[in-house]
């Protein structure tokens, strides 16, 4: 029997700051993270005794292929597109108009894999569609 995976995180922007930190600090900088990789950045984050939120993590940090394979090892039910959506759409870089005027911003996001996050809003729009 498959299981859905954990609630997300409230504070989104707050948890994949935490543990890309610990990802960076551990394993260096990546495209993608292994899925043990993100296990051991939450075990060692302060969200380990909230909740199991590493689901999440992998779904902004891990790659499509990995997520999916680890999950279907676990038996669960979790949707890369969905969840990294649902992750990423808060990740505002500021309230800002004018986020450029943020000094020291560091715009790296290699580690994005936009592609998916862009197919998952176009299947949602594609649904919305479909219902008219």
């Known amino acids: 029997m498959r299981t859905p995976c954990t609630p997300s995180p409230k504070n989104k922007k707050e948890y994949v700051t935490d543990i890309g930190k610990i990802l960076v600090k551990e394993n260096g900088k990546k495209k993608y ?3 043990e990789e993100v296990k051991t950045a939450h075990r060692k984050s ?12 992998m779904s902004t ?8 394979e680890y999950h279907e ?8 597109v969905e969840m990294k959506t649902e992750m990423l759409s808060e990740l505002s ?4 108009e004018d986020w450029t005027s943020i000094p020291n911003l560091d ?3 290699s580690w994005l894999d936009l592609g998916d ?3 998952g ?12």
């Open 33 to 35: 993270y292994e899925p």
């Open 46 to 57: 302060k969200w380990y005794d909230v909740m199991d939120f590493s689901c999440w993590g």
């Open 61 to 68: 940090f891990s790659s499509h292929s990995d997520f999916d």
């Open 73 to 80: 090892k676990m038996g669960e039910t979790c949707d890369y």
């Open 93 to 96: 870089v500021s309230s800002n």
């Open 107 to 109: 715009l790296d996001a």
């Open 117 to 119: 996050v862009f197919d």
């Open 121 to 132: 809003i176009g299947e949602f729009i594609g649904g919305i569609f479909d219902g008219l």
